[in-house]
């Protein structure tokens, strides 16, 4: 694998060594890096996060101070070195954004939230696309992109589910538990594909794109905290790895900070870390194209950041809006009294991160594995359970003994659906997101749906319902964070149109969760990067270079 040292480009004369320059490297980056690569663009990915890869997250780049990867009951988790907080040294693999009425999760490193994800691909429903979107976008008109996309992920249903074929000895009990509760409340269940490798050990990624060895999925259940056996077949080893092998450069621990606007070029301001979380450098680099996939919180950031510098003065004023929270909601079903043998006869814990669904149209709740941070928030964060989480947190073996026997017979539900993504996000007075969510987000009418189907669930299950303690307290939490620079017809209600362009910069592109400007009701990834696709083929249609013609109209 290649590193390539970060240097500035300081001088405003110098000759731009980056056709494209791609700031983020998730499903969004990934894809138009690849891409672009492929056609032959000279093409530079920043990247803030570091490269994790392999057996016990051991970062690739070597960092001997790396926590090892976590286990079940350890409480060090979310709390620890896991964090992206590199003002105080921290540069973990998860981002947790704090915000007065919201928590979201995202992931930080080479490969951006596929490093983090539970794997499941899936296309957004067809009614999505009939409202909120600019009318060039359908279903229809995304299929070919997400038969591409499909091409990397290589989604498939998991072994030992109902239905599923697979070796005996894998069962995945969360999924017979949710297929059998579905029957008993009369609701539609069924499998999820997820971009797992299920072959034998060994075995080198599947699809020829990638150039890290990978290994069969073991089913241990901990794919939301990474994967020890290296068989996600996540971005880094798949598009990345395909688009670095055609001459692509990745820099590493590189946080782009702003971006300000020069006749034509873009200037990109960033700051370089070392292992231990010191700035290492600040410099800036230009190009005339480039492509902001930092995230959804990333990229509405960087662009709120750049125009309140004046960097970028004339974005539109629908920056920060129609952000949605997919209709997040984490919850779990405990059994308060079960007794040790009880719990011994059960590992929800085992199989892939999620195996299935109940799909109640516009909403969707997924059977989830819990490693510690879901065992935390929901059951050791339960009331009653306070003072094991306390000592847990505290990192107490006897706390961290119960985290672990209540993470084996914890049922963890996730949701997903299609809120009315009325957020905004602003950046507060110490230069921090902050959302504006009118009447809160759990006053959505399908967050309230989600909590109560999942209550329904959790006692025909037998079991206790129990929100996660943050969404109690009216604070939500986000995994799938939508919008914010969102897609339309025109820049009176977007920020780009629908080819990823930004209104009134040309050359300036997104590609990420931020455009999506509705909710898509099933879990994002897939159509993040069917959507990615599409812009990056239309980029290469527009692409300005110093012969370009004069940018055609988007269709
Ligand atoms: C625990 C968890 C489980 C999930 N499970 C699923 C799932 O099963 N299926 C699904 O579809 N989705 C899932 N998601 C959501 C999914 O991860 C995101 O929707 C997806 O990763 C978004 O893709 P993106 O390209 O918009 O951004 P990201 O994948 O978040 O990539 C953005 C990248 O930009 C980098 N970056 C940010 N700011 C800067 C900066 N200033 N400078 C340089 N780099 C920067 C980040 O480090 C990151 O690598 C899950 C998310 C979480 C947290
Ligand atoms: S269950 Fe998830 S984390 Fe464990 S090996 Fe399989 S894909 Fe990796």
């Given at each position: 694998m290649r590193e390539v040292p970060a240097m500035s480009d300081q001088h405003s004369d110098a000759p731009l060594r980056y056709e494209v320059v791609v700031i983020g490297s998730g499903f969004g980056g990934g894809t138009v890096a690849l891409r672009l690569a492929q056609a032959g663009k000279k093409v530079l990915v920043l990247e803030r996060g570091r490269r994790w890869r392999g057996k016990n997250l051991i970062p690739q780049d070597g960092d001997p101070a790396a926590t090892p990867f976590p286990q079940i009951g350890e409480s060090h988790f979310f709390w620890g070195s896991q964090i992206w907080h590199p003002s105080r040294q921290r540069l973990g693999l998860f981002e947790l954004r704090q915000m007065l009425n919201l928590q979201g999760v995202a992931a930080a490193g080479v490969g951006g939230?596929?490093?983090?994800?539970?794997?499941?691909?899936?296309?957004?429903?067809e009614n999505i696309f009939r409202a909120g979107w600019p009318g060039d976008i359908t279903y229809e008109v995304l299929q070919p992109y997400y038969r591409k996309a499909e091409g990397y992920l290589l989604p498939l249903f998991v072994p030992g589910v109902p239905g599923i074929p697979g070796e005996k000895n894998r069962r995945v009990i969360r999924s017979e538990m949710f297929k059998a509760v579905a029957e008993k409340t009369g609701k539609k269940w069924q499998p999820v594909r997820v971009a797992v490798n299920f072959g034998d050990e060994a075995v080198p990624h599947a699809n020829g794109h990638g150039h890290a060895r990978q290994l069969g999925c073991n089913y241990c259940g901990l794919c939301s905290a990474g994967c020890p056996q290296n068989a996600?077949?996540?971005?880094?080893?798949t598009y990345l790895a395909e688009?670095?092998?055609?001459?692509?450069?990745?820099?590493?621990l590189t946080e782009v900070t702003h971006l300000e606007s020069h006749n034509g070029t873009y200037r990109i301001h960033f700051r370089r870390y070392e292992l231990d979380g010191r700035v290492a450098e600040r410099g800036s680099i230009s190009s005339h194209n480039v492509v902001l996939a930092a995230g959804t919180f990333g990229t509405t950031e960087l662009l709120l950041q750049s125009k309140a510098r004046g960097g970028l003065p004339g974005i539109s004023k629908a920056l920060g809006t129609r952000f949605s929270v997919n209709g997040n909601v984490l919850s779990g079903a405990l059994r308060r009294d079960a007794t040790d043998d009880e719990i011994a006869k059960l590992d929800t814990n085992s199989g892939p991160a999620i195996g299935s669904m109940i799909n109640c149209g516009s909403f969707a709740i997924e059977d989830f594995a819990n490693p510690t941070w879901t065992a935390g928030m929901i059951g050791g964060s339960n009331f009653g359970r306070v003072w094991s989480f306390l000592r847990a947190l505290a990192g107490h073996p006897a706390g961290a003994e119960a985290m672990r026997k209540k993470a084996k017979d914890l049922l963890v539900y996730i949701g997903v659906g299609r809120d009315e993504s009325?957020?905004?996000?602003?950046?507060?007075?110490?230069?921090?997101?902050?959302?504006?969510?009118?009447?809160?987000?759990?006053?959505?009418?399908?967050?309230?749906?989600?909590?109560?189907?999942?209550?329904?669930?959790?006692?025909?299950q037998g079991r206790e319902y129990v929100p996660n303690v943050f969404s109690i307290f009216d604070r939500p939490l986000t995994y799938h964070p939508l919008g914010g620079c969102p897609m339309a017809d025109s820049q009176d209600s977007g920020v780009v149109d629908s080819c990823g362009r930004v209104f009134g910069y040309r050359g300036l592109y997104l590609a990420d969760g931020s455009v999506i400007p509705t909710a898509v009701g099933r879990n994002p990834s897939f159509t993040i990067a069917a959507v990615a696709e599409r812009i990056a083929e239309r980029m290469l249609q527009t692409i300005v270079n110093q012969e370009a013609p004069p940018t055609p109209v988007c269709k």
């Open positions: 939230g596929s490093l983090v994800w539970g794997n499941v691909a899936i296309e957004a429903p996600k077949n996540t971005v880094d080893i688009a670095e092998a055609l001459g692509a450069e990745v820099r590493p009325r957020g905004r996000l602003k950046l507060n007075a110490f230069g921090s997101l902050s959302l504006e969510w009118p009447g809160g987000i759990n006053s959505d009418p399908v967050v309230r749906e989600l909590h109560q189907t999942m209550a329904e669930l959790a006692h025909a």
